[in-house]
């Protein structure tokens, strides 16, 4: 399975990724030069729009996209599309869309700290990040993403025509 890095200018779209079930490591740095070692050392796909650290990672025979769509939801169906990947896997709940750390199913007890009264009294079902411990649940925001998701499926179905 492809695992990518994304850049400052791909973090929006990088965080829909994950939320769609894909590995997309956040860049460790904003330097060109340490992010083409992180994608060099950990086997990643660099996502980019510079088009000039696109063509530096290409020559150092590191995997680059550079996508030539503006806006998170047409930057994702064209990353989907050029690397035969789908929209299928959403609500994937199995990565962190802040940090891309796995995500695993959590009682109440165990976030109720973190958690807004209101929000544990009406939702049951919550994931915690086992990387920076962040947590989340289907609140009220919920049909807003699923709205962005049927977006990038349309704009994935058109690129494909």
Known sequence: MI??????MMKKAGRWLRMLGYDVEPGESEDDDALLAQAQ???LTLLTKDRELHQRAL???VGSFLPTKNGKIKEVAEILAHFGLNAD???SRTRCPECNGPLREAGRKEVEAKVPAKSL???SQFWLCTKCGQVF???SHWE???KEVEKIRAELAKIEK
């Not at 695992?3 to 400052?8: K, N, Y």
């Open 59 to 61: 020559t150092a025979g």
């Open 121 to 123: 009294e009406h939702y």
């Open 89 to 91: 896997n959403f609500p």
């Open 137 to 139: 649940w289907e609140g």
């Open 3 to 8: 695992r990518f890095l994304e850049d400052i």
């Open 41 to 43: 050392r950990d086997g």
């Open 144 to 146: 807003k993403i699923e």
